[in-house]
């Protein structure tokens, strides 16, 4: 059984958590909307406390609960966290045999969905791969989380989640002005391991050296890409301008139909100038200028 689109999905969900919880931090507009509305209810619940019949009671007190779960779990930015943390020993109990099968597992997708993504990232053909590398990074969280504590943690792949990935991108935008450091998120969700300890001063050196990596580059990546942005400029502006209409029917063009006519075994149509052919070219053609689009995001 194919898993690689199950752990997708699974990817993009817990991406989709992890983008939901940024955002609610972020916003201290919600966050005081949200602490309003609370102190509202819990006045007007306490009025109505003495004149509402038993029924009404109870469902307001069913209310009042469930607005505490979703302040212990929504508004503190806790959903993809509750999602990690659930109970799976229901399900799977931890022995030593399914903790190898969980490595095996998840090791080999994560593995897979990593080599997908990151051979994309920084090249011609990066479109999604950067926003589907946090989806990875929650996988990799959840991963750490259902390894039983015998079993050690791939030491490839969490050098590539550490090290590897933020050279090449240190931050990835995820929706607006939210934005994911997947070092932070490798510091705060996964245990530290011991043969590389994630320290303070570890990581404010790795920041600063990303920071000066990117900074010392930052010049030749914009000239690299004004000129790939000139290049696709100049082939949009030849190849997607409109056909010229076609011209009255020349007397040679009717011989030369009568002879294709005459040999059916000849194409009248060269495979070059198929109708196929110029709708495929011009649709890499666009998906090239949505790609450098978003490489020109997310430099500036």
């Keep these: 059984v194919d898993m690689v689109p199950l752990a997708q999905a699974l990817a993009t969900l817990l991406r989709s958590l992890i983008t939901m ?19 509202l209810f819990k006045r007007h619940s306490q009025e109505q406390l003495l004149l509402e019949e038993p029924r009404e ?9 469930m607005l505490v779960q979703l302040d212990f779990t929504l508004m503190a930015s806790r959903s993809f966290v509750m999602a990690i943390e659930q109970n ?33 990232i920084n090249t011609e053909n990066e479109s999604t791969e950067r926003l589907d590398m946090v989806g990875v ?23 590539s989640l550490w090290t590897v990935l933020p050279n090449m991108c240190p931050v990835i935008s995820l929706a607006g002005s939210l934005a994911f450091i997947p070092t932070d998120f490798i510091a705060t969700y996964c245990a530290p391991n011991t ?8 990581r404010l050196y790795e920041a600063a050296a990303l920071v000066k990596k990117w900074d010392t580059s930052f010049d030749t990546r914009v000239s690299k890409l004004q000129t790939e942005v000139r ?15 076609t011209s009255a029917t020349h007397p040679s063009d009717v011989t030369t ?3 294709q006519q005459q040999d059916p075994t000849e194409s009248s149509i ?31």
């Design 231 to 245: 290049h696709w400029l100049a082939l949009a502006d030849s190849d997607l301008s409109p056909s010229p209409p």
């Design 21 to 39: 919880d940024a955002a609610i931090t972020s916003n201290s507009e919600l966050r005081r909307a949200w602490d309003m509305y609370r102190a």
């Design 195 to 202: 043969h590389t300890p994630h320290t303070v001063q570890s």
């Design 137 to 159: 990074y929650g996988m990799y969280a959840l991963y750490r989380r259902l390894l039983p504590s015998h079993v050690e943690p791939h030491a490839k792949l969490h050098k």
């Design 257 to 259: 139909r009568d002879q």
């Design 88 to 120: 799976f020993q229901s399900v799977m109990p931890v022995t030593e045999e399914s903790g190898v099968i969980v490595d095996e597992i998840f090791r080999s997708l994560l593995t897979t969905l990593y080599s997908r993504y990151s051979s994309k």
């Design 270 to 300: 060269s495979e070059e100038d198929h109708p196929i052919s110029n709708v495929e070219d011009k649709a890499t053609l666009i998906l090239r200028g949505l790609t450098l689009a978003n490489c020109c995001s997310i430099t500036l």
């Design 57 to 65: 009671a109870k469902k307001r007190e069913t209310m009042g609960r």
